[in-house]
């Protein structure tokens, strides 16, 4: 079997846009703790090179390069909702450099691998040219969908953590320990987004900011109603003095009671979302098994009398 050259070119150019777009996918999965840290102290912690990976060191020249070319083509309000994107997904403010790196590189390729294989199909120039259009478009959105989900999930799994953290939290606090130390004791005992977020409020705390401003930015970098309005809690309680294990008992409570509430939502919503597969799936079937023998008998006997 001999391969044409225009195949060989066609098969080089789609390893080449895999292999770019896995690099651009690696370019999202970065350290969170890492990032936190370069974020908080401003890059002071983190301006050396040593201990960061050899390949984020190789490719990040190239990243910078397609993460301004992104930005070029980028409108600034879609450059805010991008930014407030990655941070809801853990990747940091700086995460939208790779985000737009990645979209970059996935509208290149997008827009060269589909051409190819429609090249290769036999198609013509004019055929090829359209390809060229709904794969740069794939490429250039799929980026900010998948982080835009990733944020989503990430709320999600904050949202479910949350009562369990209070209550470890209040006990801790009953028990006699400051609350930065029930903390510390829940960011350690329930690992998970949550606690990565309350060691992150930590580390804050240590390198100088106010308890209030790392609540607050607690609430801007996590965006859930649930966590906001316990922080905002805390605020309050730290700045009239009320008894934090008070505050934090009280919201426990009200957490388990959402959670419920959310819990009875989704099962309400239950038959109606049934509704649809039951409609377009299952009566059709039981429609032909119950009326269809006596359809058929109805209209063999009408055609045998006629």
């Not at 979302?273 to 109805?298: E, N, R």
Request: no cysteine; proline share 5%.
């Amino acid at each position: 079997m001999t391969v044409e050259p225009m195949q060989l070119a066609s098969m080089l150019a789609t390893a080449v846009g895999i292999f770019a777009l896995v690099v651009g996918v690696g370019l999202l999965r970065r350290d969170r703790n890492a990032a936190a840290l370069a974020e908080i102290a401003d890059d002071f912690v983190l301006g050396n090179d040593e201990g960061t990976p050899l390949l984020e060191r190789f490719f990040r020249p190239m990243k910078d390069r397609f993460s301004k070319l992104g930005k070029t083509f980028t409108p600034r309000s879609a450059l805010d909702k991008m930014r407030r994107h990655a941070v809801l997904a853990g990747l940091g403010a700086g995460g939208m450099e790779s985000v737009l790196a990645t979209r970059a590189i996935g509208t290149a390729v997008g827009a060269t691998v589909l051409p190819l294989i429609a090249l290769v199909a036999g198609a013509d120039f004019g055929r090829i040219m359209l390809f060229a259009l709904p794969g740069g478009a794939v490429g250039f959105f799929l980026p900010g969908l998948w982080v835009s989900r990733l944020g989503r999930k990430r709320q999600q799994a904050i949202r479910v953590d949350l009562p369990e953290t209070i209550d470890l939290m209040a006990i801790a606090v009953q028990a006699g320990m400051g609350l930065e130390a029930a903390i510390e004791l829940a960011s350690q005992t329930l690992p998970g987004l949550l606690g990565d977020e309350l060691y992150r409020l930590l580390q804050e705390i240590q390198l100088g900011s106010s308890r209030r401003q790392a609540l607050h930015q607690l609430r801007d970098r996590t965006e859930v109603s649930e966590l906001s309005s316990f922080a905002l809690a805390l605020i309050q309680a730290d700045a009239i003095g009320s008894p934090i294990a008070d505050v934090l008992q009280s919201n426990a409570a009200r957490m388990r009671l959402i959670r419920r509430q959310v819990a009875r939502e989704k099962a309400a919503k239950l038959p109606v979302k049934l509704l649809v597969p039951m409609l377009l799936f299952i009566f059709p079937a039981l429609f032909v098994v119950v009326v269809g023998p006596a359809a058929i008998s109805i209209v063999t006997k009408v055609f045998g009398a006629v």
